[in-house]
C-alpha cells in the first residue's frame, strides 16, 4: 500500500506511548499515578449535564447541525463581554469548533499554502506545529526562553523570517510552561504582527484556571488585535466537558469565516444537545468555575509542595492544570527520567522533548488525580530511591 508522504511527519503521538506503557504496567497490577494526559477528571455541573440530557432524548436533535444556531453565539458573545469586556457580532466574529484540536488542526489549511511559514512557540503542544505541518507549511519555532519568563522575545525572529510568515501562534497561560503573559507583551504581539502582516491565533484554553487570586484576559481586548488575528477558547477545562468536544474560534472577520467556510467542507457541525450543553455553561451559574479552579489549585499545592518535601524542587506553577518541572540531577535526559520515574515508582508523566527541541530537560504533570492519589504516588517516588 501506498501512503501520504506527509504521513512521513508524523510518529505516534507522545500521549499514546505513555497511555500504552501505563496499561502495561496496569495489567501487571502494579500501582500507577498517570498525570501524563490533560484528561480532566471533574464532570461538569448538573445543570449542563442535565441540558445535554434533554437535548439527547429530543428526537428532532438526530438531524445534521450543518451550521451552528443562533443561541450559540449569542452565548459566546455574552460569555466575551462578561468575562472580558469584549465586544463580539454573534453573526460574523464566531464559529464553533469540535473542541480546540479542531481548529488548531486545521486553520493553517485556510491561511498558509505548501511552503508559506507559520510560527508556533517552543516549548509548545504539540497540535500547535502538527496542524501547520498538515497544510504543507515551514515550521519555525519561537523560543520561550526560562531566563525570559518563557516569553517569546520577538527581537530574537529574523525580519526575513517575519516578513515570510503567514501565522504566528501563541498561549497565554501556557501549555507547558504554565506562565502568563503581561499586558505589555500583548501589545508587542500586536505591533510585530501589524509590522510583518502575520495572522495571529492565540489560544485562550486556560484564562479560568489562574491561581493565587490572579486573575488573566483575552488577548482581543487589547487594541488592534481584532486587526491581526483570532482567539480559540474551550469548554474543555472550564468546564469540564473536554469528551464533549466543544471549543470557539472567536475575532476577526475575515479569518473567523475563512475557517468557518473550510469546515462546512469538512463536518456537518456540532451535535445539538452538545450546543445546549455549550449555552447551558456560558449562560448558567458559574460558580462550577470557580469550584474547578479551587480544585485543581489545591491539587497544585499537594503534587508541586510533596515533590519538593522529598527532594525534587518543584516550583507551584502560576496558572493552567499543569505543572512544568526540571528534571533533577544528576539525569539529563528528560525520557530517561520519565522511564525511570514510570518503571520505579509507576509514576507516570510526560517528557518535556514531546514539547519541542526546547523542552529538553523538563517534564509535564498534569493535575488530573486527586489529591489522595497524588500523595501515594509521591511516596512511591520517594521510595524508588530514584531522587538518591
Known sequence: MKFANRMNLFGEGIFSTMAQLRKKRQDAGLPVLDLSIGAPNIPPASHIINAIAEGVTDRSNYVYAISDRTELHEAVARWYKRRYGVTLDPAKQITSLLGSQDGLAHLAL???????????????????????????????????????????????????VADKAKLMVVSYPNNPTTVMAPESWYHELIAFAKKHDIIVLHDNAYSE???????????????????????????????????????????????????????????????????KGAIAALDGDQSCVAETRDAYERRRNCLCDGLTEIGWNVPRCESTMFVWAKIPAPYTSSVDFTMDLLNKAGFVVTPGSAFGPHGEGYVRMALVQDEEAMKEGIKRVKESGILG
Open 110 to 160: 485556510a491561511i498558509a499554502d505548501p511552503g508559506d511559514i507559520v510560527m508556533v512557540p517552543d516549548p509548545c503542544y504539540p497540535i500547535f506545529a502538527d496542524g501547520p505541518r498538515i497544510a504543507g507549511a515551514e515550521i519555525y519555532f519561537m523560543e520561550q526562553k526560562a531566563d525570559n519568563h518563557y516569553l517569546i522575545d520577538f527581537s530574537d525572529i529574523p525580519d526575513e
Open 209 to 275: 484556571l489562574v491561581f493565587d487570586g490572579k486573575t488573566t484576559g483575552s488577548f482581543l481586548q487589547y487594541d488592534g488585535a481584532f486587526d491581526v488575528g483570532i482567539e480559540f477558547n474551550s469548554l474543555s477545562k472550564t468546564y469540564g466537558m473536554a469528551g464533549a468536544r466543544i471549543g470557539f474560534c472567536v475575532g476577526n472577520t475575515e479569518v473567523v469565516q475563512k475557517l468557518a467556510l473550510l469546515k462546512s467542507n469538512i463536518d456537518y457541525g456540532m451535535f445539538l444537545p452538545l450546543q
